[in-house]
T-cell receptor
């Protein structure tokens, strides 16, 4: 059962544009929502994470928006750059992230010059 | 951030042989490590949770006799794919939690190991 649904599967954005990736979850016990960035042939790396006590978290060009009632969260990449081209995974876990992490299906982002 | 090293990065083996993949936490002690499997253009699927000094906890559908996990020390976990077959070809990734980062819940991932079984 896919507990974290992610869309779109792929995304092409012009350099300087905004990339938006959406995720939805089902398990109300989830209380930690990280986003990971993965380059081809490499392991994922944590990009940014949010807990449900806030509706938005911003770190540089990356922003997470969180809607607890709708059980949805999204990643916004402002001023997208070609170096941002990678696969992005949303994820969720419970007990503050201490429990195992469930990953979304991934979004392959391509930022074109 | 904390560093997790995985070795080998690539391995090619013949069908029927066994392959061992190592996962080391270089600058922290990891009581828990996780092993994931990733098929091309797909998400990470958790295979098992490795706990130091105890038996691993396998996810449903993962053959524990096929994928042997040993977490003998606080800095090393190994995954052995026994009697490998072509369908075992995949990208295997380990991850670990740094206890110092436990509040953030951050997982640190290794670089992954690409297994190709001929």
């Amino acid at each position: 059962q896919q507990q974290v649904k992610q869309s779109p599967q792929s995304l092409i954005v012009q350099k300087g544009g905004i990339s938006i990736i959406n995720c939805a979850y089902e398990n109300t016990a989830f209380d930690y929502f990280p986003w990971y960035q993965q380059f081809p042939g490499k392991g994922p790396a944590l990009l940014i994470a949010i807990r449900p006590d806030v509706s938005e978290k911003k770190e540089g060009r990356f922003t997470i928006s969180f809607n607890k009632s709708a059980k949805q969260f999204s990643l916004h990449i402002m001023d997208s750059q070609p170096g941002d081209s990678a696969t992005y995974f949303c994820a969720a876990s419970s007990y503050g992230g201490y429990q195992k992490v469930t990953f979304g299906t991934g979004t392959k982002l391509q930022v074109i010059p | 951030g904390a560093v997790v090293s995985q070795h080998p990065s690539r391995v090619i083996c013949k069908s029927g042989t066994s392959v061992k993949i190592e996962c080391r936490s270089l600058d922290f002690q990891a009581t828990t490590m996780f092993w994931y499997r990733q098929f091309p253009k797909q998400s990470l699927m958790l295979m098992a949770t490795s706990n130091e000094g105890s038996k691993a906890t396998y996810e449903q559908g993962v053959e524990k006799d096929k994928f042997l996990i040993n977490h003998a020390s606080l800095t090393l976990s190994t995954l052995t794919v026994t009697s490998a077959h072509p369908e075992d070809s995949s990208f295997y990734i380990c991850s670990a939690r740094d206890p110092a980062a436990i509040i953030t819940g951050e997982l640190f991932f290794g670089e992954g190991s690409r297994l190709t079984v001929l």
